[in-house]
């Protein structure tokens, strides 16, 4: 049996260089010559994971299958090769630290001292070896987070150091991402900081097999040459990523750059077909040539920064691309709609997704955002936090509840109508203790979900502590307000939808995770598609 091959992506001089669309694009080019690909994240904090993290912090937190707390990168593994992604692909130096003391306390050292290398670094080798547990993949990627210098990111150096000799060099090969400046004064693109990134590497014994330089502007192939001399890399490894109007074109990049080629070459592998991209192509034209433009109004809190709700903003792309439709989504921060503005910011759209959260701040805004579009018959789709509002609004502005709430934002209600779940109520440690990961969920037959997923078994992954309060169902459920989707062994309401509405779902897990390029969500797909009739009839 061939032997599985490794590559290690490590960035240099900035971060914030885009290592997962990198690793993601060329994992993407394997995949597509017949070959099994996982990519794996190492994340140089000391978090155990990025679940307490806040979204300003560190973007969106994705919730994989088996319900870990991961980085965003993993989202866009999952998009790109659409192959499911697990608490394995993603490692925080948090993680390794609490293993290592554990098996201290264990004593499973006994004797000895307990230092970083060896001990961190053999922790971060048996996590990237993991992977290779069940010989399932030819190629894993490992990314190092962070950048080559930090201070944090030392240890992940020094393990994949180690690595790359005990595996043999024909086994394992690095990538270096870099950036190239352009200096405007001097119309120059530099190449200085790269040297030293690459210079750095080499100080702690590993030489890039490859630099993959960020740009603004096309690389000569002097400058090319440059680099190969003086980084010590081949010349055809020498690979320019000019930045482009969208992630999903960066595998073309990449193509066109022949980066697959040289790690096919340096590795030594045989592709097991010609590459074949007819599918992401066949994506790129729809998403690139809509026939016409629609706008959604997106309902958060932490709305100005795009990595918020980045699987959401991915599933518009990849829904919007089966629909031939161009959507500018209108991000509305949900403190600011207010009694006076609500009309003016929602008038225009043609759907609105509220979305997850957690807390009590703009918690109003949101539920004024849902009365208007419940009342103007305008497409809604609320996740998680989104769909619980829904039931607020319905509870207190149809049923007559006053003062319905969730028990998140103020016990003070007779109504408790969001309560929190009996599994939760003796938890007190925060971290990675939600309902968390995929859980089945059944449809009522012939309910709108029902015809949209097309069966009644569904899983859906989750990341919640709050629940429908089933006291309530006899209140609030009825042929009008139902619940379409329920979990078969606890009754957990995860799916609400109105019926005198053109669309107008709520569902308690988040669908947004496993909307990937190859399988768009059926729920952003019928969601747009009802925003798209919308916005014929305006
Ligand atoms: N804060 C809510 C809960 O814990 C919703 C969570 C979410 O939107 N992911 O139930």
Redesign the pocket.
Known sequence: MSKTKFIFVTGGVTSSLGKGIIAASLAKLLQSQNFRVTIQKLDPYLNVDPGTLNPYEHGECYVTDDGAETDLDLGHYERFLNVRTSQANNVTTGRIYQSVIDKERKGEFLGKTVQVVPHITNEIKNRILLLDKNKEYDIIITEIGGTVGDIESLPYIEAVRQLIYELGESNAMTIHLTLIPYLSAAAELKTKPTQHSVKTLMESGIKADVLVCRTEHELSEELRKKMALFCNVKYEAVIQSIDVNTIYDVPLKMLEEGLDKVVIDRLDLNPKQKIDLTQWNEFLTKYKNPKSKIKIGLVGKYVELQDSYKSILEAFIHSGAVNEVDIEVVSLHSEHISKKNYKTLLDGLHGLLV?????ERGIEGKIRAVEYVRKNKIPFFG????M?MAVIEYSRNILGLVGAN?T?ITDDTKYPV?DLMESQKKIKIKGGT?RLGSWECSLTENSLVHNIYGKTIINERH?????FNNKFSKNIFSPAFRASGVNPETGLIEIIELKDHPWFIGV?F?PEYKSTVSEPHPLFVSFVKAAHYYSKLK
């Open positions: 979305a997850p959260g957690f807390g996740i998680c936090l989104g619980q969730s998140e969001i939600m990341r919640h502590r709050y629940e308690q988040h």
